[in-house]
């Protein structure tokens, strides 16, 4: 199924319609879903959701991709690797990335499965630290979020690096100055930006994620491969308590959730909808919660 010609919030809805009518086992979220989360979700908790739930490093914008991903799939055997590529890809598409399905292409999404996934973690970081560790500050959540997922004892664990960059001319709006005599300090470029609107976007750069696959028998993996698409393709804090919201990010606390929830659908649209240089993050979560409530409110009625 692709999603060229339609909009990204009728793509979703299709995406996430075909999800729901796909599951043969009930979902005992559905009743809360339709008829208490429309009501009870007020754009409080809607901009709650993308402070919280999409979070970025911190003092910066939530990134997205810009354009094209590439998904690479290691350790799975070839059917379930080629399902949740095909799963990443569909709901990119959905929300207007193009993603690269040749074999060879670069890939910038990273998924492992692993029956030992901390050795596999440390493994990776000591073959290519850069990627966890660039030599840019703020790109990442820190090293106390690295501790967390080197150690993590969650079912999938994710890695998140991004990058400010112009929103011209693509490049790293990052600037070393002198802050003392013999150290270089590095800070974000702001040039010719309004009291509106800014000049610098945040992109996703790369994305590591790992499944524990001993945590996973049980799990429909249709649902596994929405909850690795969302983490793929929007920023997300493992360290977040998502509970009080309605996200596939609960899918192993709340067993029966069949994959992407309408509020997450809602978020995706917003957040590769809204602006791609707001002046800050806080400007930028309202503008993604504003998105949400309208995209809500059209679902809603069309549905009456």
């Known amino acids: 199924?692709?999603?060229?010609?339609?909009?990204?919030?009728?793509?979703?809805?299709?995406?996430?319609?075909?999800?729901?009518?796909?599951?043969?086992?009930?979902?005992?979220?559905?009743?809360?879903?339709?008829?208490?989360?429309?009501?009870?979700?007020?754009?409080?908790?809607?901009?709650?959701?993308?402070?919280?739930?999409?979070?970025?490093?911190?003092?910066?914008?939530?990134?997205?991709?810009?354009?094209?991903?590439?998904?690479?799939?290691?350790?799975?055997?070839?059917?379930?690797?080629?399902?949740?590529?095909?799963?990443?890809?569909?709901?990119?598409?959905?929300?207007?990335?193009?993603?690269?399905?040749?074999?060879?292409?670069?890939?910038?999404i990273s998924i492992f499965a692993s029956d030992d996934p901390d050795a596999l973690a440390a493994e990776l970081l000591e073959a290519a630290p850069r990627n966890f560790r660039p030599a840019l500050n703020g790109v990442t959540l820190g090293n106390a979020a690295l501790e967390a997922f080197l150690t993590s004892d969650a079912p999938v664990r994710w890695w998140q690096v991004s990058l400010p960059l112009m929103e011209d001319s693509g490049e790293i709006a990052i600037a070393l100055k002198a802050s003392e005599p013999g150290v270089m300090a590095r800070s974000v470029v702001v040039r010719n930006a309004s009291r509106l609107r800014g000049n610098v976007r945040d992109d996703l750069a790369a994305v590591t994620i790992i499944l524990d696959t001993r945590q996973l028998v049980g799990v429909p993996f249709s649902a596994v491969s929405d909850y690795v698409a969302f983490v793929a393709l929007a920023p997300a804090d493992p360290r977040v308590d998502t509970e009080r919201f309605d996200t596939v990010l609960n899918l192993f606390q709340r067993p029966g959730l069949p994959g992407l929830t309408a509020t997450d659908g809602d978020y995706l649209y917003a957040l590769y909808s809204a602006s791609r240089a707001p002046i800050n993050a806080s400007v930028q979560a309202a503008e993604i919660a504003d998105r949400m409530a309208t995209e809500r409110r059209r679902r809603v009625s069309a549905s009456e």
């Open 1 to 108: 199924m692709t999603f060229g010609s339609l909009s990204l919030a009728t793509a979703l809805a299709l995406l996430l319609t075909g999800a729901a009518s796909a599951q043969t086992a009930p979902d005992p979220g559905a009743t809360s879903v339709e008829d208490v989360a429309v009501t009870a979700a007020t754009r409080r908790g809607m901009e709650a959701y993308a402070r919280d739930v999409g979070s970025g490093p911190m003092g910066r914008l939530n990134p997205r991709w810009n354009d094209r991903i590439c998904v690479r799939v290691v350790y799975m055997d070839a059917e379930h690797a080629v399902y949740l590529k095909d799963r990443v890809a569909t709901v990119a598409e959905a929300i207007g990335l193009s993603p690269d399905r040749s074999p060879d292409c670069r890939a910038d």
